[in-house]
């Protein structure tokens, strides 16, 4: 069974840019997460969506958004980038929202983002 | 919100030894606390998890612990290895369905 993927793997974009990261979750899996990775600031949360809506949304900028499709594959948009942008982007996958036996949450390998 | 704070920060043991990272968190509604490993480069990789009806579980080197009266949980890792080395995070599934992570703590095993 296939893993969390994300595309791209790495990338670089100037500043006032806008980048879009995607990721494909687990077959079956319906709730996709997104977390952004930096040095300082550890594992933030971005949002959840679940069923094609946002269930959640961390304390990040409006320039941050996303968006998941009927086939649960979940795109992340942010925009205006800035050089504090710069930062591991992790999307995580499950089966439901609650954190019930069985449900456990799986991590891609990460889009490496680079504000120049 | 959820909050769960870490530590230490970084740990140094020597091969064989045992390492043991402490996590408290706030909100008692929370009933999940996975750990995640994550080395130079790569994804953070499940290793163990636990939930609130338990208070220990065992995986072979690896167990967790819960009070969930204290709010806090711990890993232990038994006979460490240098393949231990990594960056290890607690976490909490919150209330409202967020997982909240520690800062993270940087293990290495000395050989």
């Known amino acids: 069974k296939a893993g969390v993927t994300q595309t791209p793997r790495y990338l670089i974009k100037t500043r006032g840019q806008q980048v879009t990261l995607s990721c494909s979750p687990i077959?079956?899996?319906?709730?996709v997460s997104w977390y952004q990775q930096t040095p300082g600031q550890g594992l933030q949360f971005l949002f959840e969506?679940?069923?094609?809506?946002?269930?959640n949304k961390g304390n990040f900028p409006g320039r941050f958004s996303g968006r998941q499709f009927s086939n649960s594959r979940s795109e992340m948009n942010v925009s205006t980038l800035e050089l504090g942008d710069s930062a591991l982007y992790l999307c995580a996958s499950s089966l439901g929202r609650s954190p019930s036996s069985g449900n456990t949450i799986y991590f891609g390998e990460g889009s490496w983002l680079t504000v120049v | 919100g959820e909050n769960v704070e870490q530590h230490p920060s970084t740990l140094s043991v020597q091969e064989g030894d045992s390492a043991v990272i402490k996590c408290t968190y706030s909100?008692?509604?929370?009933?999940?606390f996975p750990w995640y490993k994550q080395e130079l480069g790569k994804r953070p990789q499940l290793i163990i998890d636990?939930?609130?009806?338990?208070g220990e579980k065992k995986d072979q080197r690896i167990a967790v612990t819960l009070n969930k009266t204290a709010k806090h949980f711990s890993l232990h890792i038994t006979e460490t290895q240098p393949e231990d080395s990594a960056v290890y995070f607690c976490a909490a599934w919150d209330s409202s369905y967020k997982l909240i992570f520690g800062s993270g703590t940087r293990l290495l095993v000395r050989p």
């Open positions: 077959s079956g899996h319906r709730s």
């Open positions: 909100d008692s509604a929370s009933n999940y």
């Open positions: 636990i939930r609130s009806n338990v």
């Open positions: 969506y679940f069923s094609e809506t946002q269930r």
